[in-house]
């Protein structure tokens, strides 16, 4: 389970977010790709249950750190300017992976959607009461967002592992971060960053209709 280190890493983690907009509301992906591998850490915190996402993360976070430091990165610096790099270069395929599978625009989105979970499950987590069972939060959560996107034989290893999750106040004791309600208090103030990163994010996607991409 989380040790401290990893419990204060996660307020920082959350507080993170707020770095990643910028005055004008652009996205900037330094710190959104620290962000995430912040949140991937306190998901490896929590044993092997998360494993199926933060594993995709990772390669997820890879790919965006090789265009960060290739030759193009300026055109990568915000989610902003990689959209539109990459929409009017014509690298994404909007019918199709292709060749182009590995598009920025494509990556995001995968990331993109395992936030929308991870902010339900911690948003139900904070808003919940004492008696509430983890694996069911986890499980609403999930089936709200990425369930959407994942075959049925993921679907299902997925909810069988969500229902080994510890009591909710177990849960917010393994953040490390103080008691039950220090933890709930944390997720108060740093939720709404997540939540923002998201709305901007899945505003500009909707924009271009890029929110299906295969």
Known sequence: MANGD??????????TFKSCLSEEEEILLDPYLAGWKGLVRFLNSMGTIFSFISKDAVAKIQIMEDFRAGARKEDYATLQSMVDYELTNNLVDLKQPGENAASGCRTILRLHRALRWLQLFLEALRTSNTDSKTSVLCTDAYNASLANYHPWIVRKAATLAFYTLPTRDLFLANMEVGSSEEAVE??????????????VTEALYAQHSLLDLP
């Open 186 to 199: 944390m997720l108060r103030e740093a939720l709404p960053s997540i939540r923002k990163v998201y709305e």
């Open 6 to 15: 990893d419990g204060n890493g996660l307020r920082e983690v959350l507080v």
